[in-house]
């Protein structure tokens, strides 16, 4: 089976034990610990994963390099933040004298769900195509670091007494959070979120082709989970993110055709026949279409950027 070191990971304390680390949960739904708690034994090099739930990291001068997909960011001693969305392709390098914070949580400890819109409306950075890396300065390290405390403290406590005050916390690291990221939108001009009902479905079709891509192949696969009709996806999605559905799909399809092809062993072939090409030809044509680049090529680049 092709993948099959592409591990998805469902559960925080498998994470935990696939990196390495010494730390567990006390909760199904949410974790909070220190980096220096890890252990030194975290490895210094995480293969290519996914995850089915949310990180937001928090490091303080470390050196750690972290690609999503085949972008890579490193930290180079700064301050970072940075964000796990479910379904990316994730993997990174570093050394394991690391400082700072991490809270795990699944979409069901704050309702992230398709039913919240409020949540997606008020916490952009959720939204799977955003930025999920960011240089933050000391004020803001700082800042961010006493939220994670507090929500450090309440997580020690009996989980059934703590849990809606460490949800509350959540929210304002949520918050803060998302002034980094409104922050970071401004530098680069990126646009403003739009709050209406079609940005609502362009925002879930944008999640399901993070976590679905391997699964869905059409347009009219996405309509049908969504509950709509193809035309009003279509429309919907066109007229808040100036992309089709389908320039969407074939975006992330050839990020992540480019992710498996640089940063794994595994056969072309292989690659053509999970992302559902229809022989090895036909997702060579694909590459060299929208990249002028072969697959061998493209493979052969993992050293540098392209």
Not at 105 to 132: A, M, V, Y
Not at 256 to 280: G, S
Request: proline letters at 5%; hydrophobic letters at 35%; charged letters at 25%.
């Amino acid at each position: 089976m092709p993948f099959q070191s592409i591990h998805k990971f469902h559960e925080f304390d498998d994470l935990h034990h696939a990196a390495g680390g010494q730390v567990r949960t006390q909760h199904s739904d949410v974790h909070v610990f220190r980096f220096r708690d890890i252990g030194k034994e975290v490895r210094g090099n995480m293969p290519l994963f996914r995850l089915s739930f949310y990180q937001i990291g928090l490091m303080r001068k470390a050196n750690f390099t972290i690609s999503f997909y085949e972008k890579e960011y490193a930290t180079h001693q700064l301050n970072a933040l940075i964000v796990f969305k479910p379904g990316q392709l994730i993997q990174w390098q570093s050394d394991p004298d690391w400082d700072g914070y991490v809270v795990l949580f699944k979409e069901d400890f704050l309702n992230i769900c398709q039913n919240n819109s409020n949540t997606r409306k008020d916490f952009s950075f959720l939204d799977p195509t955003k930025e999920s890396f960011y240089i933050v300065s000391d004020s803001e390290y700082a800042e961010l670091a006493e939220t994670y405390e507090r929500m450090l403290e309440e997580y020690t406590k009996p989980i059934v007494t703590s849990l809606p005050v460490l949800s509350l916390y959540t929210q304002i690291l949520f918050h803060k959070t998302q002034e980094v990221f409104d922050k970071h939108a401004a530098e680069t001009l990126d646009p403003p979120p739009v709050h209406s009902r079609k940005a609502e479905i362009a925002y879930l079709f944008k999640k399901l082709v993070n976590t679905e891509l391997r699964t869905f192949k059409k347009v009219s696969d996405f309509a049908d989970t969504l509950h709509i009709s193809p035309k009003y996806l279509i429309e919907s999605v066109s007229e808040v993110t100036g992309k089709s559905p389908k320039a969407i799909i074939n975006e992330r399809l050839l990020s992540e055709v480019k992710t498996m092809l640089r940063y794994t062993d595994q056969p072309i072939a292989d690659i053509a026949r999970a992302y559902h090409f229809t022989d090895q030809a036909h997702l060579a044509n694909f590459v060299k279409q929208n990249t002028s680049f072969t697959p061998l090529e493209v493979r052969n680049s993992r050293f540098r950027s392209m």
